[in-house]
């Protein structure tokens, strides 16, 4: 006899913050409504774009899977994420960005492995990093199974496409409003702590790549030290526990690296102001040539400074 218990079915809740996306969403949107999979639901947090993210989200309300919630004041990507999560959800929630694209079978595929391995609260995939259109799609080499007795705070090797149990996430502060970056790598450091990790070597996600990025861009730095600041936090949630943890020598060099960077970021924007510097000498001398070339690289010192 058939088994039609609803209480076994693996069912989904996608939460995925949006900012500025307007772009891209519908392609996002779309991919979750194409998923072989149709046991999801997908809660979507506006984060008061200044865009028109609202009138690309709106048609796709009409499917009673898809949920918007709309934030009057911008609260970040982890405090998008947190109204997502404090929503009543399905057995399994997943982190989907607006930006990005799932393929197909990315919820097929995560259903199956839950079912198959019950004591994982944590599954999660590798992606493919994909160009500006998410054509050109490279599989991520970084990303894989974690080493025995080591932890994602030696070495990040998680990512898309995560996915966790509503209760094992309930055992953590979960997504933390203050954490303006990195929010993702705060959230593993968490689940990792109250769970057991379990990878699939298969990629279920399109990660677009481009300058507006959380973590791309002109925004590296910033996601750099926020990823410190959660590994920080962490840390102390860890001292005096069996979960392996980093040892103070290690979390020093990772604040040395992070002020290298910044070093490094300032030496670039000097090395540009001197060049424009130059060439802004040069036009002077030589007034025949373009004026607009020479307000150009005037606008490029007033942005440096």
Request: charged content about 25%; overall charge positive.
């Given at each position: 006899m058939k088994n039609n218990n609803k209480s076994n079915l693996i069912c989904f809740s996608i939460l995925m913050a949006n900012y500025n996306n307007a772009p891209y969403i519908e392609e996002a949107i779309q991919s979750v409504i194409s998923q072989t999979y149709p046991h999801w639901k997908l809660i979507i947090v506006d984060d008061a774009s200044t865009d028109n993210s609202i009138e690309k989200i709106k048609p796709y309300l009409k499917d009673n899977r898809i949920k918007l919630i709309i934030h009057k004041k911008n609260l970040g990507y982890g405090g998008a994420l947190k109204t997502a999560a404090?929503?009543?959800?399905?057995?399994?929630?997943?982190?989907?960005?607006?930006?990005?694209?799932?393929?197909?079978?990315?919820?097929?595929?995560?259903a199956k492995?839950?079912?198959?391995n019950p004591e994982y609260g944590f599954?999660?995939?590798?992606?493919?990093?994909?160009?500006?259109?998410?054509?050109?799609?490279q599989i991520a080499k970084w990303v894989g199974p974690i080493e025995p007795n080591k932890t994602n705070l030696h070495k990040i090797k998680v990512s898309h496409f995560k996915t966790f149990r509503r209760?094992?996430?309930?055992?953590?502060k979960g997504f933390d409003q203050n954490q303006k970056s990195a929010v993702d790598k705060d959230i593993i450091f968490k689940l990792e702590e109250v769970s057991k990790l379990k990878f699939?070597?298969?990629?279920?996600?399109?990660?677009?790549?481009?300058e507006q990025g959380i973590s791309q861009g002109k925004n590296q730095f910033k996601a750099k030290?926020?990823?410190?600041?959660?590994?920080?936090?962490?840390?102390?949630?860890?001292?005096?526990?069996?979960?392996?943890?980093?040892?103070?020598k290690e979390l020093y060099f990772?604040?040395?690296?992070?002020?290298?960077?910044?070093?490094?970021f300032l030496i670039y924007f000097y090395k540009l102001f001197r060049i424009t510097m130059l060439i802004e000498t040069f036009l002077n001398k030589f007034s025949f040539l373009s004026l607009k070339i020479k307000k150009k690289?005037?606008?490029?010192?007033?942005?440096?400074?």
């Amino acid at each position: 006899m058939k088994n039609n218990n609803k209480s076994n079915l693996i069912c989904f809740s996608i939460l995925m913050a949006n900012y500025n996306n307007a772009p891209y969403i519908e392609e996002a949107i779309q991919s979750v409504i194409s998923q072989t999979y149709p046991h999801w639901k997908l809660i979507i947090v506006d984060d008061a774009s200044t865009d028109n993210s609202i009138e690309k989200i709106k048609p796709y309300l009409k499917d009673n899977r898809i949920k918007l919630i709309i934030h009057k004041k911008n609260l970040g990507y982890g405090g998008a994420l947190k109204t997502a999560a404090d929503n009543p959800l399905n057995m399994i929630l997943a982190i989907f960005d607006s930006d990005d694209k799932l393929h197909e079978s990315a919820l097929e595929v995560m259903a199956k492995a839950y079912k198959n391995n019950p004591e994982y609260g944590f599954i999660y995939s590798t992606y493919w990093v994909c160009d500006f259109n998410l054509k050109n799609p490279q599989i991520a080499k970084w990303v894989g199974p974690i080493e025995p007795n080591k932890t994602n705070l030696h070495k990040i090797k998680v990512s898309h496409f995560k996915t966790f149990r509503r209760d094992v996430y309930r055992k953590t502060k979960g997504f933390d409003q203050n954490q303006k970056s990195a929010v993702d790598k705060d959230i593993i450091f968490k689940l990792e702590e109250v769970s057991k990790l379990k990878f699939i070597d298969k990629p279920l996600y399109y990660y677009r790549s481009h300058e507006q990025g959380i973590s791309q861009g002109k925004n590296q730095f910033k996601a750099k030290v926020y990823h410190y600041i959660a590994k920080l936090k962490a840390y102390k949630r860890r001292l005096n526990t069996n979960i392996p943890n980093l040892t103070k020598k290690e979390l020093y060099f990772n604040y040395i690296g992070i002020a290298f960077y910044r070093l490094n970021f300032l030496i670039y924007f000097y090395k540009l102001f001197r060049i424009t510097m130059l060439i802004e000498t040069f036009l002077n001398k030589f007034s025949f040539l373009s004026l607009k070339i020479k307000k150009k690289l005037i606008n490029i010192r007033k942005l440096i400074d």
